[in-house]
Every structure is written in C-alpha cells, then in structure tokens.
C-alpha cells in the first residue's frame, strides 16, 4: 500500500516540520528575530542541508516522491510562518502551500539527479 510505503518519509517530513516550524515561531514570538544576514545564512543553510539529506536518500536508492515528501515539511514550515503574518484572509494557507509544493520540487529535482549520478559514479545498483 503506498501509504505504508511513505511512513518513514512522512513521519521525517512531520518531524522537520515540527522543529523547523516550532523554532521560527519561537524566535518570532520572543522577539528574538536575527538580523537580515543571519537570517539569509539560517535559510541558505537549512536548504543546502534538505538538499544533502535529498542526495543521501537518493543515493541510497530512495524514490524521488519519497524525497519529495522529505523535503516538503521544512519548507512547508519555513514559507507558512512567513506567509501567515502577513496575510490574514482564507487564502493564507493556499500561498504557503503552493510556496511550499514548489520550493520542495526545486529541492528534489536539483538534489535527487545529483543523488542518482553518485550511484551511478560509484557502481551502485538499483534494487
């Protein structure tokens, strides 16, 4: 069943959502928001680690739905707490979610080819 299938990945997902999710609202609700620069380091960070984390996965023989659903929950997280302050209409859970969709799409499709030529590159089969 493909439910059973996608369990660890959407528990992961769930998880990198939780954290990513509950550490920004923290930070905003303390008011212990970075600089600008800080910020864009935090960002560049987290997507260069999903990417790595896509790469591992992909090189390891994971499908690239399964890396897409790995990396939807952060983004996921990171554009609904930037789109909820400051769109307050029915529609403020459509613009993340579409933010989010596309954001882990880029994601997959840059880090899963990658992936796929290390295991191509290293003599790893596909099972």
């Not at 059973?4 to 008011?31: H, I, K, M, P, Q």
């Not at 996965?57 to 952060?74: H, K, M, T």
């Amino acid at each position: 069943m493909f439910l059973n299938e996608r369990t660890g990945e959407t528990l992961v997902a769930t998880f990198a959502f939780l954290l990513v999710f509950g550490t920004l609202t923290g930070l905003r609700v303390w008011d212990l928001e970075p600089a600008s620069s800080v910020q864009q380091a935090i960002l560049e960070g987290a997507v260069f680690f999903v990417t790595v984390v896509v790469v591992f996965q992909a090189f390891q023989g994971e499908d690239l739905v399964g890396n897409w659903i790995l990396a939807f929950g952060p983004s996921f997280a990171f554009t609904l707490n930037l789109f909820i302050p400051v769109v307050a209409e029915p529609a403020a859970f459509m613009y993340p979610l579409a933010a989010a969709v596309i954001v882990s799409g880029v994601i997959t499709l840059v880090g899963y080819p990658i992936g796929r030529g290390f295991s191509v590159v290293w003599g790893e089969q596909d099972v």
